[in-house]
C-alpha cells in the first residue's frame, strides 16, 4: 500500500468516515454539552471584571472544576506532570528530559481516565440492552387498532418508557382491553431509567387485576411515592386503556403534555383530565377521562423532549408546530404519522445538542 493509501486508511480509521464540517459539528455539540456540565461549578460572578482578568478566573475556575474530578491519587498525578513539563520547558538545556516525563506522565493519566469510561460505556450498553428488553419492539396485533412507536434517548440510557399491551384490566374485568402509556421520570440518565425499570414492573403488575384505570393509577402513584426521594423523582404519565371493539377509551394524564386526539375530521381534542405527576403525593385523586374513538381517529403520545427540543438559536419546536403536522395526513398510517413527527423535529433541530429524550406512541382507530 503507498504512503497516501496509508494515510487515508488511518484518518478514515481515525475520523469513522466523518468529513471535516461534521467533525467539527460534532466537537462543538461535545463542547458545549461539557461546558454546561461545569458551568454550575465556574458560577456567574465574573462578569462585572475587567475582560482579561474574567478570562483568566473562568480559566482557574474551569481547571480546578476539572481537577476535582479525579480520584485523589490522580490528582496529585496530573499536578506533578505539569510541574515537570513547566519545570522542563523554562528550564531549557538543563532539563530536556523533563517535558518528555511529563508528557508520558500525561498520557499514563489520559490512559486510566480512557480505561474508566471504557469500563463505564459498556455497563451504559449493557443498561441500554436491558432497557430494550423492557419495552416492547413492535406494537401487539390488534383488530381494528394501527399502533406505532419509537424513542430516542439523550443519553445511552433514557428515563422516557412507552408500553402497548393487552389485560384484563377495565370497569368490568370480563372483556381484554388495551392499555397504552408513556411515562417520564424527572431527569435523565441511569438514576431515571432505573425508576423508569421499577415503574414497568409495578405497571405490568397492575395491570393484570381487574381493576377500573382510575384505581390502577392510584396503586401506581401510591408505589411511586414510596420511591421517589421524597418528590425528587416524580414521573409524569400518561395512561389509557381502549376497548378495541367499542373504540371506548379511558385514560388518566398524571401531569404529562396533554395528549392529541386528532379526530378524522381534522379536530385536535387534547386530553388534560387526570392529576398530579406520580410520586408527588400518595393520597392524590385522579380523574379519569372517557370518550369514545370514531373510525380514522388518531391518538397522539408523546414526552416534553418533542415540543421542547431546540434548534441553534434555542428555540422551541413547540406545540403549536406539531399540532399544525398532526392537521395533515388524514388518511396516512400510525407509522407515517410517527415518521412526519420524528422528520419534522430533527429538521427543525439540525446539528444542535439534544438535552432531552424523544418518546412518541400514535394510536390509529379503524374499528373492529
Known sequence: MSLMGR????WRRVSEGLTLQELWAQFR???GASYRHYRVELGDDHGSQPRLRRWFRLAG??????????SPPRRVFLLVALLLLVAGLRGGERGPGMPIIGALALLVLLGLELADRVALKRDLEIAREIQRWLVPQSPPSVVGVDIAFATRPANTVAGD???AFLCPAG????????????ADVAGKGMPAALLMAT??????TLAQEPIPLGELVARLNRYCCEHSLEGRRFTTAVIAELDPASGALAYVNAGHNPPALRRASGWIEPLEKGGLPLGIQAGADYETGELTLARGDRLVIYTDGVVEAQNARQEDYGEARLMELLRGGAEESAAETLRRMLSSVDAFVGDAARFDDVTCLVLRYAGA
Open 7 to 10: 494515510w487515508r486508511d488511518f
Open 29 to 31: 455539540r461535545e463542547a
Open 61 to 70: 475556575a474551569l481547571f480546578w472544576a476539572m481537577v476535582l474530578k479525579l
Open 161 to 163: 418508557y412507552y408500553d
Open 171 to 182: 370497569a368490568g374485568g370480563v372483556a381484554p382491553r388495551l392499555l397504552v402509556v408513556i
Open 199 to 204: 415503574f414497568q414492573s409495578s405497571l405490568r
